[in-house]
């Protein structure tokens, strides 16, 4: 029996676990009823268009994409690019980062490269990002500061070319793709991705940077696809210069 109906059958559990300071008189559970109606909806609407859908999902995950993207609400990875559950595997966080020592991003790395294998990892930033205005805009805020410390360093890598942009709005969509190309890199290096290079997997690493402005993707063509890093370089100079230290 879920806890749900346990609450319903015996609000004492939840009155004396201490797990509410107040609650309401359905003990949460009629609480969001909007969004249940609104997942029945969508259920209905899946069914009709293909009764088969949730058993075949059920059966299988084959994924071939894993995205990598910014907790942002307004940067829904499936519906920008247009896949339906199950052929896309994500990971999202503040500020699309992939820090070599979180344990959260690399289990999803680990998992979606060695059991999944997918073909395509796209890391996904977008314009307009409040993660990395707040990582360079000098106020504090706490934990989230220290998340946000890998793109101060990319600011700081970059503050040459970064200063000598005189709007600060299109400095800072110059430090998301910045930070963009720097999360590939940790990508591509890290030993999962390496060690299936080296097994001949077929995997791509790819930066992308998303318009909230406009619904459109960008690729930063800084893809990178094979061990020793070989890729296509980036048109912009910017973009170059941080590609080459990859080298
Ligand atoms: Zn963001």
């Known amino acids: 029996m879920s806890l749900c109906c346990r609450l319903r059958r015996d609000p ?41 859908f ?7 995950q084959t994924p071939e994409y894993l995205w990598i993207g910014c907790s942002d609400s307004r940067v829904p990875a499936n519906e920008i690019v247009g ?8 990971h999202r966080n503040v ?15 680990q998992f979606a490269v060695e059991v999944l294998k997918v073909k395509h990892i ?18 504090r805020r706490g934990l989230v500061d220290h998340w946000l410390h890998p793109i101060r360093e990319v600011y700081h890598e970059h503050h040459d070319s970064l200063d000598a942009i005189p709007d600060w709005s299109a400095r800072l969509d110059s430090l998301c793709e910045l930070n963009v190309i720097r ?9 999962f991705v390496q060690e299936a290079w080296a097994r001949g997997q077929d995997l791509r690493v790819h930066g992308w940077v998303y318009s909230l402005a406009n ?23 910017q973009v170059k210069t941080e590609v080459n230290r990859l080298d």
């Open 183 to 191: 999360q590939v890199r940790n990508v591509a290096s890290d030993v």
């Open 95 to 109: 500020a699309n980062l992939a820090p070599p020592q979180d344990a959260n991003y690399l289990s999803v790395l």
């Open 54 to 60: 949730f058993r075949r999902l059920e059966g299988q």
């Open 215 to 237: 619904g459109l993707v960008t690729d930063l063509d800084v893809t990178i696809e094979r061990l020793g890093y070989q890729r296509k370089l980036a048109p912009d100079p």
């Open 12 to 52: 004492k559990i939840l009155l004396s676990s201490g797990l509410v300071a107040h609650h309401s008189s359905h003990y949460g559970c009629a609480m969001l009823d909007h969004l249940k109606a609104n997942n029945r909806a969508w259920v209905e609407r899946m069914v009709s268009a293909d009764p088969d």
């Open 122 to 139: 796209m890391v996904v930033g977008h314009y307009g990002c409040s993660g990395v205005s707040a990582a360079v805009d000098g106020k």
């Open 83 to 90: 896949l339906d559950p199950g052929e896309l595997f994500v």
